[in-house]
């Protein structure tokens, strides 16, 4: 495709439940974010792939949060355990090259009841 | 704690104007800043890319400029329309192997 796609665009869960949020990135990009944003705040950083391997997770804010990218293309984040605070909008993006530019997705709104 | 900080939250003005928002970030090492912009409901859309060894970036109506002693960038906006409403965000990477840092935005609204 021509941008970034991210499945699905609205995902409504039970508190407890496990999820999974899945990232295209454009063709041939090396480089690959995850942010979170809540209403009103700047997209938070949670863990960025160069390739096939997270360079920096740093941004997780606990092991129930994962994400991976084996074949350094599509990644997919995934929640355990989901909690009423991890309600916010999943983005994703993804460079030709780190620092060359980020083309983000429409992202993912999770909603956790 | 590097931070990025943009004043004001919020903006309304009348079209036609010009205008200017701001952006801070605490820590001046940086290796690029961007400016962003997003539409309700939507992703963000890279606007303009200034590396750290520029000053400036223009693109059509928008300049964007970078004072990195100062640890200030700003967006101009020329003869403000109504399709310029959104919310832009500045962000910065101290590296080009390193995470994004935004700023929360500043809410524009361009009354017709």
């Known amino acids: 495709g021509a941008g970034v796609s991210q499945t699905p665009s609205n995902k409504v869960t039970e508190k407890g439940k496990y999820v999974e949020l899945r990232c295209d990135p454009i063709?041939?990009?090396?480089?690959l974010y995850w942010y979170r944003q809540s209403l009103g705040q700047g997209p938070e950083f949670l863990i960025y792939?160069?390739?096939?391997?997270?360079?920096?997770d740093s941004g997780l804010p606990n092991d129930r949060f994962f994400a991976v990218r084996p074949e350094g293309s599509v990644s997919t984040l995934k929640i355990q355990r989901t909690e009423r605070g991890d309600s916010a909008v999943y983005l994703c993006?993804?460079?030709?090259?780190?620092?060359?530019?980020?083309?983000f997705g429409p992202g993912t709104r999770l909603t956790v009841l | 704690k590097q931070e990025v900080t943009q004043i004001p939250a919020a903006l309304s003005v009348p079209e036609g104007e010009n205008l200017v928002l701001n952006c801070s970030f605490t820590?001046?090492?940086?290796?690029?800043l961007q400016w962003f912009r997003q539409d309700p409901g939507k992703g963000l859309t890279s606007l303009l890319l200034?590396?750290?060894?520029?000053r400036e970036q223009t693109s059509g109506r928008l300049n964007a400029s970078l004072d990195k002693s100062s640890g200030r960038s700003t967006l101009y906006i020329a003869a403000s329309q109504p399709g310029d409403s959104a919310t832009y965000l500045c962000?910065?990477?101290?590296?080009?192997?390193?995470?994004?840092?935004f700023g929360s935005g500043t809410r524009l609204s361009i009354r017709p």
């Open positions: 063709s041939g990009h090396t480089a």
């Open positions: 962000a910065v990477q101290y590296s080009s192997a390193s995470k994004i840092i």
């Open positions: 200034i590396q750290s060894s520029q």
């Open positions: 820590d001046s090492a940086i290796y690029n």
């Open positions: 792939f160069q390739g096939t391997g997270a360079a920096d």
């Open positions: 993006a993804s460079s030709l090259t780190p620092g060359t530019g980020e083309f």
